[in-house]
T-cell receptor
Framework: GAVVSQHPSRVICKSGTSVKIECRSL??????MFWYRQFPKQSLMLMAT?????????EQGVEKDKFLINHASLTLSTLTVTSAHPEDSSFYIC????????FGQGTRLTVV | GIQVEQSPPDLILQEGANSTLRCNFS?????LQWFHQNPWGQLINLFY???GTKQNGRLSATTVATERYSLLYISSSQTTDSGVYFC????????????FGKGTKLSVKP
């Protein structure tokens, strides 16, 4: 069964609004989780590393004020896309390591 | 940073055929995983294989770490095998995040 759960799986929002995506490790604690983004027909690119109890680490070119990450507990990380615009439309997916990487189901975000 | 290259980029097979997908990486790795991304986007773990050979049903994988490549074998392919196959690596000094190749898009025709 799934060991990492991500919600929602699909969301459509209006331009200018914010969207929160949750990533949960189901039966293990994850002090570190990772957020990736995938544009259509492209590979997955790491956006940021979520660290429980400290600030997230963002990859070069990723706006930390637009993509807010909170690692609230040892089993939950959230990604909030603030003031979303159509160019933020993408597939967002999280992972948590447990000997090796397990991924959530992903969230397809469409900003209209 | 480390480079991960997958080949071929696209592959079309007739149902029942066998195939080999390749992943080359430019530096030593701690971890190598193969994934199948289904049409809904979900990444399915196929293998965790930093070295050696593993088999799971019709799928098998081999990683030769000293030569910096991994192979994914699909035998007796089925239409449900269609999708994108990704190789991803984790290397020394990183926090456990994965670097993905660009994937191989497999289409299996009935």
């Amino acid at each position: 069964g799934a060991v990492v759960s991500q919600h929602p799986s699909r969301v459509i929002c209006k331009s200018g609004t914010s969207v929160k995506i949750e990533c949960r490790s189901l039966d293990f604690q994850a002090t570190t989780m990772f957020w990736y983004r995938q544009f259509p027909k492209q590979s997955l690119m790491l956006m940021a590393t979520s660290n429980e109890g400290s600030k997230a680490t963002y990859e070069q070119g990723v706006e930390k004020d637009k993509f807010l990450i909170n690692h609230a507990s040892l089993t939950l990380s959230t990604l909030t896309v603030t003031s979303a615009h159509p160019e933020d439309s993408s597939f967002y997916i999280c992972s948590a390591p447990r000997s090796f990487a397990f991924f959530g189901q992903g969230t397809r975000l469409t900003v209209v | 940073g480390i480079q991960v290259e997958q080949s071929p980029p696209d592959l079309i097979l007739q149902e029942g055929a066998n195939s080999t997908l390749r992943c080359n990486f430019s530096d030593s790795v701690n971890n190598l995983q193969w994934f199948h991304q289904n049409p809904w986007g979900q990444l399915i773990n196929l293998f965790y294989i930093p070295s050696g050979t593993k088999q799971n049903g019709r799928l098998s994988a081999t990683t030769v770490a000293t030569e910096r490549y991994s192979l994914l074998y699909i035998s007796s392919s089925q239409t449900t095998d269609s999708g994108v196959y990704f190789c991803a690596v984790n290397y020394g000094g990183s926090q456990g995040n994965l670097i993905f190749g660009k994937g191989t898009k497999l289409s299996v025709k009935p």
